[in-house]
């Protein structure tokens, strides 16, 4: 397994866990049964923090999307170098700070942390069409 793999596991794995908050937050709201039945897709939290958790949610999922693959093409074509291994840290943790930094609220520190985690993506992007 290739240094990028195991930090693409790890964000996989963070992204995958970012629902557990927001969810306990609504059952606490409105109760297991609420939760579990079939809330209608326009119930939104009461609490903003956690309106927000389900949008950074969301986004973190959205941007996954992109690096996976990138680091799934690096893998493969055994691209590997420590700016491809760095970028995949950043990525990881300039997503969890976004999604921390979004649920609490802070708009421009929020922007940074995404910006950060496009840096590695394009980093990603250009170390394969560098090597083709």
């Not at 039945?37 to 389900?54: F, H, I, L, Q, Y």
């Amino acid at each position: 397994m290739t240094t990028e793999i195991f930090w693409l596991t790890l964000t996989v794995t963070m992204t995958a866990l970012f629902w557990m908050p927001y969810v306990v937050n609504r059952m606490l709201e409105m109760g297991v049964m609420g939760v579990v039945g079939n809330p209608a897709s326009d119930t939104v939290p009461k609490a903003a923090w956690a309106e927000r958790m389900t949008h950074a949610h969301a986004n973190a999922v959205e941007n996954l999307v992109v690096f996976a693959p990138l680091v799934l093409g690096v893998a493969i074509a055994n691209l590997s170098t420590p700016t491809t291994i760095a970028a995949c840290q950043l990525y990881f943790f300039a997503r969890a700070a976004h999604y921390v930094i979004y649920t609490l609220g802070i708009p421009f520190l929020r922007t940074v942390a995404f910006a950060a985690g496009f840096v590695a993506q394009i980093t990603l992007a250009v170390n394969i069409l560098g090597a083709a």
